[in-house]
């Protein structure tokens, strides 16, 4: 009797489950279906709508447009307008460049790759991960420091793309109308300024793989990764249509744009013409040999026609960015005691001190955020397991605890 009972049961017609088994079994016409399938089946939906809705989401009427992208750039980075002009301007000509239709007048827009040139700590990564909120295209982070030539212990120039990929849920045709930003673009520079005669395993080895995916072609992308899995089957993915920008701080080039500056400074003129020059920031100067004497071979300068340039953040600019940005380094101190229910503020001093300890260790940005997290260490390690529901910094306490974690320092050294 108890085998009849189980056998006549109401089961779910997707998993096979009785109605025992299960939270909910939602009976239809001819069959049935549990909570469980119910969502799984919802979920599927709404993923292939998404997919559907982002393929068709791209509409001339509807993209930001340049003045737009920068507005949007200024809510969370402060100053590097040139850089943000820039940027603007080649993404919003890279959705144009995918929504270009053939006239029959033979005018094929060519994708203008971008370069951003700027020292440690001003802003490069920000800004590519800032415009990525803004996209409704694949957009990918990949740091060029881990490629090397096929055949060597790293990472294949291929990569890059299986991480686009992977971003675009392995969809090839969203995948090719993607942005990649590479970050570190300097670390592979030729070592030397003559070419290489023999392996150069991580830098101009690397920079001969990138051309083909900088201009466009076909290439044949491993979907989780090259050497650990090579049975599987490749995904051929065409560059043509993705644009990449690339970041790097290229530190010392400085004296090469210097040296060339200087080069023909002879006569009168041409002293008068070298007093207009901003030594403090040269960076503004580079051009694209600069580019070339610094280790980038001349066939990857080629396909980075867009130049640009990141300022030396002065004491003006960091002061901006401890407070102002929406994520700004001090709002996400509070947001992170408020979750606390401690309520954190910080005399008007200690933004000046953190920003002289800054600007004194010349890490730019980066050094902001060091600085604070030293010296927030123990409040943060405190404050959750005590009763207190307010908080507040003063100049004493900045200084006593950022002289305390040097003084550890030197001890531990």
């Known amino acids: 009797m108890a085998d009849s009972t189980r056998r006549y049961k109401n089961r779910c017609s997707f998993c096979g489950r009785s109605e025992d088994e299960v939270a909910l079994l939602i009976t239809g016409m001819n069959g049935f279906i549990c909570n469980d399938c119910a969502k799984q089946a919802y979920d599927i939906v709404q993923e292939t709508m998404d997919k559907e809705k982002k393929a068709k989401s791209l509409n001339l009427d509807e993209l930001p447009k340049p003045q737009a992208i920068k507005a949007f750039l200024d809510q969370y980075v402060i100053g590097q307008d ?25 005018v094929e827009i060519e994708k203008s790759n971008i370069i951003m040139v700027g020292s440690t700590g001003t802003g490069k990564t920000l800004l590519a991960r800032t415009i990525a909120k803004l996209l409704n295209v694949p957009f990918t982070i990949v740091d060029a420091t881990v490629l090397t030539e096929a055949g060597y212990v790293g990472e ?24 990649v930003f590479i970050d570190e ?50 995904i051929p993915v065409n560059t043509k249509n ?21 080069a023909h400074v002879v006569g009168y003129n041409a002293v008068r013409q070298a007093a207009h020059i901003d030594k ?54 509070v947001k992170l005691f408020e979750m606390d229910n401690v309520k954190l503020s910080f005399d008007d001093e200690v933004y000046e001190y953190v920003v002289d300890k800054a600007i004194e260790y010349k890490l730019g940005a980066r050094g902001l955020r060091s600085i604070v997290e030293t010296i927030m260490m123990d409040a943060m390690f405190e404050i959750p397991s005590g009763h207190a529901d307010h908080f507040v910094v003063t100049l004493e306490y900045a200084k006593e605890q950022l002289e305390k974690a040097n003084i550890a320092r030197l001890q531990n050294a």
Request: proline share 5%.
């Open 82 to 106: 040139d850089a943000k002009r820039y940027l603007s301007v080649s993404v919003y000509n890279h959705y144009k460049r995918l929504l270009q239709k053939d006239n029959g007048d033979d």
């Open 156 to 179: 294949d120039i291929e990569s890059i793309l299986t991480r686009l990929l992977q971003v675009a849920d392995y969809n090839v045709a969203e995948a090719e109308r993607g942005i």
């Open 280 to 333: 403090n920031n040269l960076m503004q100067y580079i051009a694209p040999q600069d580019l070339k004497s610094f280790g980038l071979i001349p066939e990857i300068i080629g396909r980075l026609p867009v130049l640009t340039y990141l300022n030396p953040l002065d004491r003006t600019a960091l002061r901006a960015i401890l407070t102002e940005p929406k994520n700004s380094i001090i709002k996400q101190y």
């Open 242 to 262: 993705i644009l990449f920008i690339c970041g790097g701080a290229f530190d010392g080039i400085e004296k090469k744009i210097a040296q060339r500056l200087n």
């Open 185 to 234: 673009i300097d670390k592979i520079a030729r070592k030397g300024d003559n070419p290489s005669i023999t392996r150069d395993v991580s830098g101009e080895g690397v920079q001969q793989g990138l051309l083909k995916l900088l201009e466009g072609s076909v290439v044949n992308v491993p979907p989780q990764g090259g050497r650990k899995h090579p049975e599987q089957k490749m």
